[in-house]
């Protein structure tokens, strides 16, 4: 019969990195390991260009998304609808830092099921950005 050895605990982090330029690329880096260098290392390898868009008339820079999007991620859904200029971010604290990432000025979003899994609304913020 075999005998059970190193039976004690191994400490390991599950890592969430958002990196963002603040113009118009963002990137999510998702890592559980016993480091959390490599989640900084593969949230730079996952950024994406996120396209910006008006509402009313194009005066200066775009300040909003494109059009409604929409992002899932297992058990959360995430809508991102463009909002007029001078809204800001209407948001909670930690859906609000990926759209500032991409310089997104104005947005409203609205988040269905259970927003309680802070890695399942971060991905799911991040597909609807992507």
């Known amino acids: 019969m075999p005998v059970q050895k190193q039976a004690d605990q191994w400490t390991r982090f599950k890592a969430f990195v958002a990196t963002g330029e603040y113009n118009g690329r963002v990137g999510l880096g998702i890592k559980c390991s016993k480091e959390v260098a490599t989640a900084m ?3 730079n390898y ?3 260009p996120v ?3 008006y509402t009313g008339n194009k005066t200066s820079i775009p300040h909003t998304i494109m059009c409604k999007e929409t992002g899932l991620c297992d058990s959360v859904s995430m809508l991102l609808n463009p ?3 001078g809204t800001g971010i209407v948001s909670n604290p930690m ?4 759209p500032m990432m991409t310089s997104t000025d104005d947005c409203y979003t609205s988040v269905r099921d259970c927003t309680a899994t802070l890695g399942n609304l971060a991905k799911a913020t991040f597909d609807a950005i992507s």
């Open 51 to 53: 396209q910006r868009g």
């Open 41 to 43: 290392i593969l949230a």
């Open 95 to 98: 859906t609000k830092k990926l």
């Open 46 to 48: 996952s950024i994406v």
């Open 83 to 85: 909002g007029p200029r």
